[in-house]
């Protein structure tokens, strides 16, 4: 089944730095990919999308993602954090269906 | 504005009892979607619906029933609530295309005391 892993459970940046996180998938074909993010005691919000085209895709809140077939994997990333960024970040990607497939997130703590 | 939302936000409820969860959107979606989120889990297909009349299982759906007798409304029944079932859940709908991802509700906290 399609799948998609995020293997870091919990990242820590400073406010201002540069903030990279990873995702990678499990798909035979070129798949549509997703970002969502949830801030504490919300609903998943979406980020960015991918399906073909352009391997850089810019989305809402200053993020983007890149698509990098050869490492399976659609990392998202932000130039400079903000103390609101602090949140959960979900990859996805659809199954057989309509469906979305979720990772297990990540957390992000912005420090002073 | 188009919304879908979910009801109650909060409920506690004993252990046996059945329980049933609203989700009610007004996007006009044909695909509705019950998640729960756990702690080191992260998000898990519980029932969706692609339509009238049309329900599937999902990944955890023991335990678990819906209907979809409208296009705006998706009810999620747990039919004899269990301590195991105490989790967030999240409602969400889309149109048909893979493309397009999800609009979520807020989400119910659920505890089975």
């Known amino acids: 089944a399609q799948s998609v892993t995020q293997p870091d459970i919990h990242i820590t940046v400073s406010e201002g730095a540069s903030l990279e996180l990873r995702c990678n998938y499990s798909?035979?074909?070129?798949?549509?990919l997703f970002w969502y993010v949830q801030s504490p005691g919300q609903g998943l919000q979406l980020l960015l999308k991918?399906?073909?085209?352009?391997?850089l895709v810019q989305g809402i809140k200053g993020f983007e993602a890149e698509f990098k077939r050869s490492q399976s994997s659609f990392n998202l990333r932000k130039p400079s954090v903000h103390w609101s960024d602090a949140a959960e970040y979900f990859c996805?990607?659809?199954?057989?269906?309509?469906?979305?497939?979720f990772g297990k997130g990540t957390s992000l703590l912005v420090t002073p | 504005d188009a919304e879908i939302t979910q009801s109650p936000r909060h409920k506690i409820t004993e252990t046996g009892r059945q329980v049933t969860l609203a989700c009610h959107q007004t996007?006009?979606?044909?695909?509705m979607f019950w998640y729960r989120q756990d702690l080191g889990h992260g998000l898990r297909l519980i029932h969706y619906?692609?339509?009238?009349?049309?329900?599937n299982k999902g990944e955890v759906s023991d335990g678990y029933s819906v209907s979809r007798s409208n296009t705006e409304d998706l009810p999620l029944t747990l039919e004899s609530a269990a301590s195991s079932q105490t989790s967030v859940y999240f409602c969400?709908?889309?149109?048909?295309?893979?493309?397009?991802?999800?609009?979520f509700g807020s989400g119910t906290r659920l505890t089975v005391v």
């Open positions: 969400a709908s889309s149109e048909s295309s893979q493309g397009n991802g999800y609009t």
């Open positions: 798909y035979g074909a070129t798949p549509y």
């Open positions: 991918y399906f073909s085209g352009d391997t």
């Open positions: 996805a990607v659809p199954n057989s269906g309509y469906a979305l497939n």
């Open positions: 996007w006009n979606h044909n695909n």
């Open positions: 619906s692609y339509g009238v009349q049309d329900t």
